[in-house]
């Protein structure tokens, strides 16, 4: 599935300061749909280069990360539950550094 | 209406306010769901209505938005450009930029500053450490090593801003603390007592009775409304961590409030509204207000805090003023015996016994030394001796200071 992953607010620092990732992320093994919760274990294997705990904190994202599915708060999709399609933006954004 | 992205799927909910538009996010503040234009209508008002409510502003002052760069300031200076256009407030607005001095960080973020002076169309001014104190942070870090680096800095923004509001001529300075920042200010000042500071950090406006008021409009916004209304409007802010180790103690505070929110997002209101409501008992002795004798700067002390970080610096002894009750302001001279019962050395020796080796008989009554104990450096403080210590106390004393005072 392809997929447009964006990261602001500081966490592109964490994959090698690269904001925007055209992805290619299969489904997993013996399941007909990707979640957010499938693609946050892939990003978490594939894209974060240091400090994962900036981004993840249990099976979420740490608290004060902000998610967005196609300009949407991931809070009114069903956070960890929500269905990604084909050509789906998902947007990651830290609001945890200074103002 | 459609929007430019696809909708997730149908049956997308609508927006609790216009019941036509496909809804953007959550409110936390309401847990509403709202769409983007309604959001912008809604976040817009009710900060108008704050600073109608509190009197924040009056018409034709002059205004210093404190501007970093970052998120909250950049979405301050868009919105309070906007509310005063919107509802004729009459304010002369200007950015108001501290540079502290940091390669790699804040210069870059005062790139991002200046392209908000063109973009907002408000006047820049920018005041340096270097200016102002003739160090810059990098300076600092290079004498004084990553620890207690945050609190030169702290205290020495807190003085830059108001030295350049001063320089402005503005009757007041907003800045960008939101509900979240103040919520952590809370916690922090109830974790470490500080009974003045809980008192004064939850007010809207602070230091009416000095020369330039502080206001913040952005009191009961919440950090994840202002992250994305700068997100959907691609306001230009920048953020990247300080290069110089964070604050870790405000970080835990800062965490812990937002596993509360993502919890109960309430509970950031009511943390505030908590130490709003607090009653001080009034057998509590709180510190008086006075001027520094040094730069007449408001201060409780004789000296404020920024003239004795700096007088330590100068003079080769940045520990001075790091800590509890130590340093010019204090009279804590101990003497060797009264230390000595209470701490020894990674020898074993009592910490006199220890003192008295290091000083080796060169010390005469009337003396003062002064203990560095991070790292491991003893200075005479009337003096020129500067003894360099290399086996001081390995067991990291709750102090980092002692002053001894040769009694006999």
Redesign the interface.
């Known amino acids: 599935m392809h997929l447009t992953l964006e990261f602001?607010?500081?966490l592109e620092?964490l994959c090698e300061s690269v904001k925007v990732h055209n992805v290619n992320v299969d489904m997993p093994k013996g399941a007909d749909k990707l979640t957010m919760k499938d693609l946050l274990a892939w990003v978490r294997t594939n894209l974060i280069k240091e400090r994962p705990e900036m981004f993840i904190k249990g099976e979420s994202v740490?608290?004060?990360v902000?998610v967005?599915?196609?300009?949407?708060?991931w809070?009114?999709?069903g956070q960890l539950d929500?269905?990604l399609?084909e050509k789906d933006?998902v947007?990651f954004?830290?609001?945890?550094?200074?103002? | 209406m459609e929007?430019d992205?696809?909708?997730?799927?149908p049956g997308?909910?609508l927006c609790c306010a216009c019941n036509q538009r496909?809804?953007?996010?959550?409110r936390p503040k309401t847990l509403e769901?709202i769409c983007r234009e309604c959001f912008y209508a809604v976040f817009e008002e009710e900060i108008h209505q704050v600073i109608l409510e509190n009197k924040l502003f009056k018409p034709g002052e002059r205004i210093a938005i404190g501007a970093?760069g970052?998120?909250?300031?950049t979405v301050l200076a868009y919105v309070l450009s906007e509310l005063n256009r919107r509802h004729n407030y009459g304010l002369d607005l200007f950015l108001l930029s501290v540079d502290e001095g940091i390669t790699g960080y804040r210069d870059d973020s005062l790139e991002t500053v200046k392209r908000n002076e063109l973009q907002y169309g408000l006047p820049l001014k920018i005041v340096s450490y270097k200016d102002l104190y003739g160090w810059t942070m990098d300076e600092i870090v290079k004498m004084i090593g990553l620890k207690n680096n945050c609190t030169f800095c702290g205290v020495f923004r807190r003085q830059a801003l108001d030295r350049g509001a001063a320089l402005l001529k503005v009757d007041k300075v907003a800045t960008?603390?939101?509900a979240?920042?103040i919520a952590e200010t809370v916690l922090l000042n109830i974790l470490r007592g500080d009974i003045a500071r809980l008192s004064r950090c939850t007010s809207i406006i602070t230091g009416e009775d000095g020369p330039i008021p502080r206001c913040k409009p952005f009191k009961y916004t919440y950090?994840?409304e202002?992250?994305?209304y700068a997100?959907?409007k691609k306001l230009d802010y920048f953020?990247?961590?300080?290069i110089y180790s964070p604050n870790a103690y405000r970080g835990f505070a800062?965490?812990f409030i937002?596993?509360l929110?993502?919890i109960r997002p309430r509970a950031i209101l009511d943390i505030i509204k908590s130490g709003e409501d607090f009653r001080i008992a009034t057998s509590t002795k709180m510190p008086e207000q006075g001027t520094c004798e040094r730069c007449g700067y408001i201060s409780s002390q004789k000296w404020c805090k920024a003239c004795v970080l700096l007088e330590g610096l100068n003079r080769g002894l940045p520990k001075l003023g790091i800590g509890r009750n130590q340093g010019l302001n204090s009279d804590a001279k101990e003497d060797i015996k009264k230390d000595g019962r209470t701490k020894r050395s990674s020898s074993g020796l009592a910490l006199h016994q220890e003192i008295g080796m290091w000083l080796n008989g060169r010390e005469t009554k009337g003396d003062v030394f002064l203990f560095d104990i991070h790292p491991t450096k003893v200075f005479q403080i009337e003096g020129i001796t500067q003894i360099v210590l290399n086996t001081w106390l390995m067991g990291h004393p709750p102090k980092s200071i002692v002053l001894v005072h040769i009694v006999s």
């Open positions: 602001g607010g500081g620092l740490r608290p004060g902000l967005l599915v196609n300009d949407c708060d809070e009114l999709s929500t269905t399609e933006v947007v954004i830290s609001t945890l550094h200074g103002g | 929007d992205t696809k909708p997730k799927k997308t909910r496909r809804a953007a996010l959550k769901q970093s970052g998120k909250d300031s960008g603390h939101n979240d920042d950090e994840k202002i992250v994305m997100y959907f953020s990247t961590e300080c800062r965490e937002k596993d929110e993502r």
